[in-house]
């Protein structure tokens, strides 16, 4: 990726978890080679992870109270934060370092219009009664999706703290887990599911809402003229391609 050309480790600490820059750009990599978060030193609002810009695309449009479960360096609030001025973003995060790093290192203390919960995200699930408008995902460790996430269970609570037509976007990061974990999805919501492959990555967005259909959601896309082309599998349903914006 051009974007980490000549970068210089800045941090590194005894968990494997390590900060790179160069004159434009700050990176956040766990105990793996894999990107985590990708942040414009100087202009940070602007995703620099090509899933990012089809991960936030319900919340963009139709801005309301979220919550996020997984922070690493934070890409994805900044991303989101232009959007959602007049509503709350919770973030849920296990790890406190990767909190603090964050909030000292990736800007978020900027943001005016988060609220950061330091808590195992399927324990959060478990135990939270609030609706949320938008549910985003974005779990993916240095290997793989968290284990105590990959349940029916977890994505049951999911549906639970969603609004009545609210959406959960979810980025499958690993692509030996994609259809062990859309499969999982799809048991809960039905064939109220988008699947949009990243183009040129290896990442799959998954986007389920909490109705009998999806229909709310793909309407909303075609008259933001979002949708560029839809198609149904077998396998997989519906499955799309978005213009990014």
């Known amino acids: 990726m051009w974007k980490t050309f000549a970068g210089r480790c800045i941090y590194q600490s005894p968990q494997g978890i390590r900060i ?3 004159i434009l750009f700050r990176w956040l ?3 793996s080679e894999a990107l985590q978060s990708v942040l414009n030193r100087y202009a940070p609002h602007k995703p620099q992870l090509d899933y990012i810009k089809f991960f936030i695309t319900a919340a963009q449009l ?3 109270d979220c919550c996020m479960l997984g922070l690493g360096g934070g890409g994805v609030a900044h991303a989101l934060s232009p959007f959602l001025r007049q509503s709350k973003l919770i973030i849920v995060e296990n790890n406190s370092e990767v909190i603090d790093l964050a909030q000292s290192h990736f800007m978020l203390n900027r943001l ?3 609220a950061i ?3 195992e995200a399927s324990l959060f699930m478990s135990n939270n009664t609030y609706k949320f408008r938008h549910l985003l995902i974005d779990l993916f460790t240095a290997d793989n999706f968290p284990a105590e996430c990959s349940t029916e269970e977890f994505f049951a609570n999911c549906k639970q703290s969603l609004k009545p037509e609210g959406i959960l976007a979810i980025n499958l990061a690993n692509s030996r887990e994609h259809l062990r974990l859309f499969q999982l999805i799809q048991k809960q919501f039905l064939h109220s599911t988008l699947v949009m492959p990243v183009p040129g990555k290896g990442n799959l967005v998954v986007f389920a809402q909490n109705c009998v259909t999806i229909s709310p959601f793909l309407t909303l896309l075609k008259e933001h003229k979002r949708l560029k082309e ?3 599998t077998d396998t997989w349903g519906y499955v799309g391609k978005l213009k990014s914006k």
Do not use: A, G, S
Request: a negative charge.
């Open 20 to 22: 790179f820059q160069n």
């Open 29 to 31: 990599k766990f105990d």
């Open 62 to 64: 139709q801005p309301d």
């Open 112 to 114: 005016k219009n988060i």
């Open 117 to 119: 919960t330091h808590e």
């Open 230 to 232: 839809l198609y149904w």
